[in-house]
């Protein structure tokens, strides 16, 4: 940004987040799920649809198990999946209904073809083999390309809540996605994904001169005494980042803050101006969850996505190159 031709600094402040978990919906109530939400700070969630992954067959030799799966993309295509042989008891494994069942000690036990993905990227995650790293990059972008139809959170003022026991209780809008897509997408998926939101940095644009050192100093001032500014508190935190991602993504079945900054939590906006913050952004980074996210203004899909607004204005602006740089 061409700071010397502005009459004042500009200042922004950026929220991201530093872990993720997508999520088929039924693992919203696995034990531990609400003491391992609240523990990772996961308070944002993402209700997505993406494509449906069916099992095929399985089978097991002195390789592993092959999991034979199809995703539906313009189609039906076939994508096998290798797991360890010591992850299934091959006497108790069988496949029915799309899915992988298996009965051990403890019960009947299923899997879809989505979680047994998951877990093979995970093993997978340090090999940086080419063929490896080809694997995991094709297996994300065929199974886990989501469209986000909602966006939420679930950090009460008064209770605090985890984005899975938020989802738990009974979310109407999760449920209304679910019916949507059991009815009407046959060939689709719902997947949540939750995440947690942290303050990325801030960034001060400005020249020195007569007119403007006062100011830029009073504002160089606040962020060496206050990094995160009025982010500091938690829940303003969490607010900033909801509204963000409702903003970019603009999910369909979101009412509130799609104007977001110019309609909508305007005490978090009166927050940040009046110290002095001109810009917020907001960045997202999915790979953790193994997940790609559909931008609906670029028409393409991937897992890191930036952007910031001018909060006086609302003018959405377009992330710059390097690292924490913007175009405003």
């Known amino acids: 940004m061409d700071a010397v031709n502005r009459k004042s600094p500009t200042q922004l402040i950026s929220v991201t987040n530093l872990s993720s978990r ?3 919906p039924s693992q919203i109530y696995d034990e531990g799920m609400e003491e391992w939400g609240k523990a990772s700070g ?22 592993g198990w092959r999991i034979e799966t199809e995703y539906y993309k313009d189609g039906w295509r076939p994508r096998a999946i290798r797991l360890p ?40 995650r340090t090999d940086e083999s080419l063929r490896a790293r080809s694997w995991k990059k094709h297996t994300i972008s065929k199974f886990f390309d989501y469209s986000v139809h909602y966006i939420g959170q679930a950090y009460g003022r008064k209770v605090r809540k985890s984005a899975a026991k938020r ?25 949540v994904i939750m995440m947690d939101s942290q303050v990325q940095g801030r960034e001060l644009f400005g020249s020195i001169g007569p007119a403007g050192n006062e100011e830029l100093g009073r504002f160089a001032a606040n962020l060496i005494a206050s990094p995160d500014g009025p982010l500091e508190d938690k829940g303003l935190l969490i607010d900033a980042a909801e509204a963000m991602l409702i903003r970019y993504i603009q999910p369909k079945m979101n009412e509130k803050l799609m104007e977001f900054p110019l309609k909508d939590r305007p005490g978090l906006v009166k ?8 810009h917020l952004g907001i960045q997202i980074d999915l790979g ?26 609302g003018e959405r602006e377009v992330a710059g190159d390097a690292p924490l740089a913007w175009q405003m």
């Open 167 to 191: 989802l738990a209780d009974g979310h109407e809008d999760l449920q209304k996605v679910l019916a949507e897509v059991n009815d009407y997408h046959r060939n689709a998926d719902v997947g």
């Open 22 to 24: 997508a999520l088929v």
């Open 271 to 278: 927050s940040l101006l009046d110290e002095g913050i001109t």
């Open 42 to 63: 996961n308070h944002i969630y993402l209700v997505a649809i993406g494509p449906r992954v069916n099992v095929v067959s399985a089978t097991v030799d002195a390789d």
């Open 288 to 313: 953790a969850s193994y997940a790609i996210l559909h931008d609906p203004a670029a028409g393409t899909s991937k897992s890191q996505h930036r952007f910031a607004v001018n909060l006086s204005t």
């Open 85 to 124: 042989a010591s992850m299934f008891r091959s006497a108790d494994a069988s496949v029915a209904d799309g899915v992988l069942v298996h009965r051990g000690d403890d019960g009947e036990s299923r899997y879809t073809a989505v979680q047994l993905a998951r877990k093979a990227l995970d093993l997978a």
